[in-house]
């Protein structure tokens, strides 16, 4: 009892909230104010969440290797803690050359073989460099065509029309009003 009163004692702010969620008779409980404190703010439970993450990681627009490395790796230490580091490597690997956008890289990374993240990283850095670098060799040469036709303004147009109007010759069969039209 002299345990769970000095951790009664000592919870501040929200954690101290978590003793409305517990019955009463159980506040002095020390093994339950533990496991209630623990489901609050544990990692325990927070596994299968990380889990998820990590499964349906993506490498986001503008998202340069290195982070999306480096997102994996926080992603797969806390979704499998306790796994020995060679696993917990094989994950990240796998989750990342998953997550990938470009498709050739993927490929590559693929056919390279690499066992570790970190040479995946390498060889993926080296691979965009290698893409860059060779579309830069691809130069396009400026067409530019001059049209040698004269340009007609509005005032041009509206003048050619006007000398139309007055060539215009009345019809035959009009009427004087309508022949004065012309």
């Known amino acids: 009892m002299r345990t769970s009163t000095a951790l009664i004692l000592a919870l501040r702010g929200s954690a101290a909230e978590v003793l409305q969620t517990i019955p009463a008779e159980n506040h002095f409980n020390y093994e ?11 990692e325990e439970h927070m596994k299968q969440i990380y889990r998820s ?3 349906n990681r993506t490498q986001r627009s503008g998202e340069s290797i290195q982070q ?8 797969t230490l806390l979704s499998y803690p306790t796994s ?10 796998d989750t990342f050359i998953k997550a990938l956008r470009d498709s050739e890289l993927k490929q590559s990374l693929l056919l390279s073989d690499k066992r570790k993240l970190k040479d995946a990283v390498a060889h993926s850095l080296t691979f965009e460099s290698a893409k860059q670098a060779s579309k830069s060799d691809v130069r396009l040469r400026q067409v530019h065509e001059e049209c040698s036709c004269q340009k007609i303004t509005t005032a041009e147009i509206a003048r050619q029309d006007g000398a139309k109007e007055e060539k215009m ?3 035959h069969g009009s009427t004087p009003e309508q022949q004065n039209r012309f």
Do not use: C, K, M
């Open 84 to 93: 020995d580091p060679e696993h917990r490597d094989e994950t990240a690997l």
């Open 68 to 75: 999306l490395a480096q997102d994996i790796e926080r992603l």
């Open 169 to 171: 010759i009345p019809y």
């Open 53 to 55: 993450q990590l499964r």
């Open 32 to 42: 339950v104010l533990v496991s209630a404190l623990d489901l609050r703010y544990g």
